[in-house]
């Protein structure tokens, strides 16, 4: 029936955070027609972020003047531990939930299919398959903002574990007598080169009466202080900034030499905020001390890249994976 | 044909290492029927050693009062990366080995089709298919002896990466200042609590005054250390044997929750020398340590055990893989 070929179909890539969900409309070929994005409130409970999930996508679909009943699928990622199958967020502290059935309620609402995932692999589904184009056969994704989480791709499929919670990069021990982690141990990789860890890091120099651009750019509480601003310090010369900020790019090289010779990929793609914000800072320390660190012959035939997709990785993985779902 | 069901079948397990050549043959029912063991030689050439081979499993064969024309394939385990469908072991820094073409070269001699993979690799489908039956569907198998190696096991298959080069945990960094590692990094797991880095720890500290019972037991200059002396000078009370024991199987309990929090495995299996020698001394402080860094969730559902094939791993995984080839 060529009528039902030409129809046009649209899918929705929802990101779910502890602070913001995002929503993106993409048509077949992934090009992003519209979005929308809304503050999460989680303190209102998962009833309430669930109904701003829907009003957020619907948002989305009308800013691209389409028909909502051309949405095929909607794919979102949320900050957790997620049975996919059943679409059930089993885990997720930044949202204070506990086996929250997301897609059931969110079917629902709207009337349309829904997948679930963990929001780091689903970035990195939005990096495999459309700034990769499908081409590696393992990825890893390695996210580094407030915290550090990781996607894995084994074989062109999201590698989930035996719970579902593969990935956790960012708890790997790099330091074992490093700072305290928020998950309990001591010295982890997010301890260490978060944004949240970078920032601390900062807090303490200027409490210690060491010298920064960046006071004079925000006031001595450093309030609202971005990443944004590191690298506009870099920029104005700091050398506090730059070195804290060169220091978490090595640790950040040590974690990805540790993780190639694990899991020996064919791409090393890192996306995130710091990436986003300081791309041509820290990505060469990062390769460099990778390559020192990495076993003989596991560098050769892996890439190191900094993903171009930045906060839209975790959209477009949605519109894939509400596609490959639809399908 | 009644009669093919019923001709016995003989499967030869291989492993092969830096010093020894060890053969097995098994039965359909994976029973050792017989075994035999050279040394390598690897200093007298590629041809030289495996010629060895095939002596060590002629031997081995004759020992079973066998026919050779029953057995029906052979699995060899090698320290190093392997192409593992054209069976040449590309790299393999112990034997001093480049592109050797290990399965034609045997088969050649042997007359019996021949399947290489890396060592550990083998022995975590030994103990994935022997001593867990096939049933977890993720395996992380960890091999702690002279050297750390890890072999991965996904969805029932063993995980060899991007270039064959999967597993190599013995190389995730723990201590970022930790000591220099033979792969010229510092602080890798294998530099904290392989057999190698504890001898180390007890030459430098018997050099530097220190008390304990094994100068008593080997003399001042520990010669012929071995993993067992250490089971010993434990119980006699050993104070300083047990407590560099004990930091080994910290570093390692560690290492487990780093490499839970990435792979989420059902099952993590500890083998080696190490374990085989020293089961009953780390084993609870490695389950304790992975406990208490594991992210929370992550720990519940997933397995820590010792396995109990010890030296055997390699072997009956070298069968288990002979099987699968000859199907």
Redo the contacts between chains.
Sequence with gaps: MPESNTKPEYFVGVDLGGTKIAAGVFDAKRVLLGSAKFSTKPQRGADAVIERIARCVNDAVDECDISFKNVRGIGIGAPG?IDEESGRVL?APNLDWKDVPLKKALEKQLDVPVAVENDCNLAALGVFAHELRGK???LLGIFLGTGIG?G?I?DGQV???????????G????????PKCA???NGCFESLASRTAIFKRIFAAVKDGQKTVLTDMLGDDLKDLRSGDLRRAIRRNDKLVESIVQEAAE?TG??V???M??????VVALGGGIIEALESEVMPTIIKVAR???????F???EIIASGLGDHAGLIGGAVLARRMAK
């Design positions: 531990v885990f590696p056969r393992h990781g894995i084994i590698y989930g574990g035996s719970g579902r919670g593969a990935g956790e990069i708890h790997m021990v790099l330091q074992t007598d490093g998950c309990g141990s640790h040590r974690a030499a540790s993780l010779n694990v899991l020996n990929p064919d020192e660190h990495v076993m003989p012959g596991l050769k035939g892996c």
